[in-house]
């Protein structure tokens, strides 16, 4: 039991650092090379920043661990809303931007809705995750084109990068390692928390999918938390919110297409009867939310993070159990 531990939280704590490491290293090495804020923006910055939950659930699906596939996909999208966006609108009430929201919103539950769909199909299969993997890649293209006549666009992603560009005017070798250090890190960290996981899972007696949605899920998000967390402090809430918005469509789209790509897998009972339409209900939430006031305040905020409270205590006590 206790070395199921050490390797969930050094495989934690290692995925948090090397993810970083691997952002400014891949920011600096793609400034260094000439290629736009913006593009950095929507492709390095959004695939690192997600670079956890993407090895987690591949290093899953190779290891026939599907629970934790969809736990941990699912289990972050609600924790972003919940839990992170909560949180930031806790410190600072969490403003939006109208034209933009609603933009950003709509292909946001368009995802979640492919995902309820296939997950009650016969799961995310081969086929679905390709599809899952061209709605992204034409989601990027189109919010490149999009933004790049975006004057105040350009502007924003300058902006956003200039805190990771740390490394920018290191000489090649540091740059070069920080990033291949970062890689190798993310995938060491993931290779333990898995680990950890699954023989937690075992040693507790409860479902994989339920240690993804709640301790891998966590975990796996910390570093949207520290962004929204800094975010809120320097009052930029509208990046918090973007940067939640970005994250979830990309781990419907690009965590789940790639592992259902690598190895396909059915959902677990649970997650089709109660935690997809968790993941559903809380993304549909955001948009009564924001269009009351044009901002999440503290007052939902606290509602919010009280529901994210209530529904770990029901995977806990479990679900069957509570709902009988």
Request: aromatic share 8%.
């Amino acid at each position: 039991m206790l070395m199921s531990w050490i390797s969930f939280v050094a495989g934690l704590v290692l995925l948090v650092i090397a993810a970083e490491a691997l952002v400014r290293g891949a920011v600096a090495m793609a400034e260094r090379l000439g290629i736009s804020p913006l593009v950095v923006g929507l492709t390095v910055v959004a695939f690192g920043t997600s670079a956890p939950e993407l090895v987690v659930c591949v290093q899953a699906a190779l290891e026939g661990s599907g629970g934790l596939v969809y736990g941990n996909v699912i289990g972050s999208n609600i924790a972003n809303i919940m839990l992170i966006l909560a949180f930031a609108a806790l410190i600072q009430p969490v403003h939006a931007e109208m034209k933009p929201f609603a933009r950003e919103s709509a292909v946001l539950i368009a995802a979640t809705l492919a995902m309820v769909a296939f997950t009650w199909g016969d799961g995310v299969m081969r086929l679905e995750g390709g599809i899952l993997l061209a709605a992204l890649a034409t989601y990027l293209l189109w919010s490149y084109f999009r933004e790049r006549r975006s004057a105040a666009q350009a502007r924003a992603a300058a902006a956003e990068l200039e805190e990771l560009s740390t490394l920018q005017h290191k000489p090649w070798w540091v740059i070069i390692g920080a990033t291949l250090v970062g890689l190798a890190g993310v995938v060491a960290g993931a290779r333990f928390l898995v680990v950890g996981a699954t023989a937690i899972a075992r040693d507790w007696g409860v479902p994989e999918e339920v240690i993804g949605l709640t301790m891998v899920a966590v975990g796996t998000s910390l570093p949207e938390l520290a962004t929204a967390v800094a975010a809120a402090l320097k009052k930029h809430n509208d990046v918090a919110l973007g940067n939640v918005v970005g994250s979830n469509v990309f781990n419907i789209l690009g965590i789940m297409g790639v592992a259902a790509l690598v190895k396909p897998s059915a959902a677990p009972a649970q997650v089709m009867q109660f935690d997809v339409w968790v993941m559903l209900g809380v993304t549909l939430l955001l948009v009564p939310f924001f269009l009351s006031g044009r901002q999440l305040s503290r007052a939902e905020g606290g509602l919010l993070l009280g529901g994210y409270a209530a529904y770990i205590a029901v995977l806990f006590i479990g679900v069957e159990t509570v709902f009988a």
